[in-house]
């Protein structure tokens, strides 16, 4: 185990999270605005409680509604009332906070504002189904285990909401709405960040059928005519700034790598492929370089996908690194990847990292990466390997960056 390389990978996560914090992103964003009339305030996402939190220091509100994942919020904030609900699939508490926020947001006037922030892991936490909410359940998770990235699964899922696709802000008129956006989606597009409640939609009813056709989704008769039913395409109510993204954590961890005497190369902010791919990628490109005196780090941000073939435990950013594992084995060299939000699917984990001593010691273990990927149980592994990310909730969601280091 290389213990230099692990506390310099550590400096690089801490570093980079701590960029895209949404404190003062939220503080930006409503710096010398004044609002007339009564404004309520509505959250939704991983990043909720920490923008609710600004923001009620910022402005004077007048109620609202926060929902934030389970392990995300921090306490109660004066004058809202704080859900902590399911994710990535919607449960029941999901849809009682989005009830208590329309309730919110129900007979306000022209002159009242919703101030509404937003940020990734929305789709499942706001959400007021259009069909039983078994079903809804039941597709999400057919698309998560399908391999489909987070604009397909979007598209899908708008359709099937009453507050998806522009339809909350329907909700809110004749309110104006201002809508403070923390990015988790390559690009920026508005409509697809947490589904865009608060957006018009540009995605299309012939697009959202093909996604369920490449995917074989099934889908009840109620289903597919949601899927059939065209979204707002207008949303004249509603301002919207984003304060956060993908390429901020990137920059940060850049910059972390050269005060840490590497050379950082980044090679992309908009990574989308198998994380399994990505990892694998990651790890020729510390095979190609190595060796050559040269401190080195590249950098990829975006986010991965995993298709599920088995029932461990982990996430796309545990799969991408321990993916990486054979094929640093034997360099002096390091691959980490990690969640900006600070959980990795359905774990406590942030992410992942491993050196060029990993793979051997996994196979002391008799564990075979290989199979350990077959059955998507990343985390047991790189367990054993004391190569698990630990942060904890973060408070903000902007997507991933990976990070491999080859030192000389």
Same mark, same amino acid.
């Given at each position: 185990?290389?213990?230099?390389?692990?506390?310099?990978?550590?400096?690089?996560?801490?570093?980079?999270?701590?960029?895209?914090?949404?404190?003062?992103?939220?503080?930006?964003?409503?710096?010398?605005?004044?609002?007339?009339?009564?404004?309520?305030?509505?959250?939704?996402?991983?990043?909720?409680?920490?923008?609710?939190?600004?923001?009620?220091?910022?402005?004077?509100?007048?109620?609202?509604?926060?929902?934030?994942?389970?392990?995300?919020?921090?306490?109660?904030?004066?004058?809202?009332?704080?859900?902590?609900?399911?994710?990535?699939?919607?449960?029941?508490?999901?849809?009682?906070?989005?009830?208590? *926020?329309?309730?919110?947001?129900?007979?306000?006037?022209?002159?009242?504002?919703?101030?509404?922030?937003?940020?990734? %892991?929305?789709?499942?936490?706001?959400?007021?189904?259009?069909?039983?909410?078994?079903?809804?359940?039941?597709?999400?998770?057919?698309?998560?285990?399908?391999?489909?990235?987070?604009?397909?699964?979007?598209?899908?899922?708008?359709?099937?909401?009453?507050?998806?696709?522009?339809?909350?802000?329907?909700?809110?008129?004749?309110?104006?709405?201002?809508?403070?956006?923390?990015?988790?989606?390559?690009?920026?597009?508005?409509?697809?960040?947490?589904?865009?409640?608060?957006?018009? &939609?540009?995605?299309?009813?012939?697009?959202?059928?093909?996604? *369920?056709?490449?995917?074989?989704?099934?889908?009840?008769?109620?289903?597919?005519?949601?899927?059939?039913?065209?979204?707002?395409?207008?949303?004249?109510?509603?301002?919207?700034?984003?304060?956060?993204?993908?390429?901020?954590?990137? *920059?940060?961890?850049?910059?972390?790598?050269?005060?840490? %005497?590497?050379?950082?190369?980044?090679?992309?902010?908009?990574?989308?492929?198998?994380?399994?791919?990505?990892?694998?990628?990651?790890?020729?490109?510390?095979?190609?370089?190595?060796?050559?005196?040269?401190?080195?780090?590249?950098?990829?941000?975006?986010?991965?996908?995993?298709?599920?073939?088995?029932?461990?435990? %982990?996430?796309?950013?545990?799969?991408?690194?321990?993916?990486?594992?054979?094929?640093?084995?034997?360099?002096?060299?390091?691959?980490?990847?990690?969640?900006?939000?600070?959980?990795?699917?359905?774990?406590?984990?942030?992410?992942?990292?491993?050196?060029?001593?990993? *793979?051997?010691?996994?196979?002391?273990?008799?564990?075979?990466?290989?199979?350990?990927?077959? &059955?998507? &149980?990343?985390?047991?592994?790189?367990?054993?390997?004391?190569?698990?990310?630990?942060?904890?909730?973060? %408070?903000?969601?902007?997507?991933?960056?990976?990070?491999?280091?080859?030192?000389?």
């Amino acid at each position: 185990m290389n213990d230099k390389l692990r506390r310099d990978g550590r400096r690089i996560v801490d570093r980079a999270i701590g960029a895209v914090l949404p404190d003062e992103a939220v503080r930006r964003a409503l710096e010398g605005r004044e609002f007339s009339g009564r404004v309520v305030l509505v959250a939704a996402g991983k990043a909720a409680w920490q923008m609710a939190r600004t923001a009620a220091e910022c402005v004077r509100v007048s109620g609202g509604v926060v929902v934030t994942k389970y392990g995300h919020g921090k306490g109660d904030i004066p004058g809202l009332v704080c859900y902590e609900a399911g994710h990535p699939v919607p449960d029941e508490n999901s849809f009682r906070a989005t009830e208590a *926020a329309i309730d919110a947001v129900t007979g306000l006037t022209a002159e009242d504002t919703v101030l509404f922030l937003l940020s990734g %892991g929305g789709s499942a936490l706001f959400e007021r189904p259009l069909l039983p909410p078994e079903e809804l359940q039941d597709i999400t998770g057919q698309l998560l285990a399908s391999g489909a990235d987070i604009v397909e699964m979007n598209t899908i899922r708008k359709r099937l909401s009453a507050v998806k696709g522009g339809r909350f802000a329907q909700l809110c008129r004749p309110a104006h709405v201002v809508s403070i956006v923390l990015s988790d989606i390559l690009g920026d597009p508005l409509d697809m960040i947490a589904s865009g409640p608060a957006c018009a &939609d540009r995605s299309t009813c012939a697009e959202a059928k093909a996604v *369920a056709e490449k995917y074989g989704l099934r889908l009840s008769p109620l289903a597919r005519e949601l899927l059939a039913r065209e979204t707002p395409k207008q949303a004249d109510n509603v301002e919207s700034v984003i304060t956060g993204s993908v390429r901020e954590l990137c *920059a940060a961890a850049a910059e972390e790598c050269r005060a840490l %005497g590497y050379e950082p190369l980044m090679l992309t902010d908009r990574l989308c492929c198998q994380a399994r791919e990505a990892g694998s990628f990651l790890a020729s490109m510390v095979r190609t370089h190595a060796g050559q005196g040269r401190r080195l780090a590249f950098l990829a941000g975006g986010e991965t996908v995993v298709r599920l073939t088995g029932s461990g435990k %982990g996430g796309r950013t545990q799969e991408l690194a321990l993916a990486a594992a054979e094929g640093i084995e034997g360099l002096d060299a390091l691959v980490l990847s990690v969640g900006s939000d600070g959980t990795d699917g359905p774990t406590d984990a942030a992410g992942g990292m491993v050196d060029g001593d990993t *793979a051997g010691e996994l196979r002391r273990q008799g564990l075979r990466i290989y199979d350990v990927l077959q &059955d998507n &149980d990343a985390y047991h592994a790189l367990e054993k390997a004391e190569g698990l990310i630990i942060t904890g909730p973060t %408070g903000t969601n902007v997507n991933d960056v990976a990070v491999a280091l080859v030192n000389g």
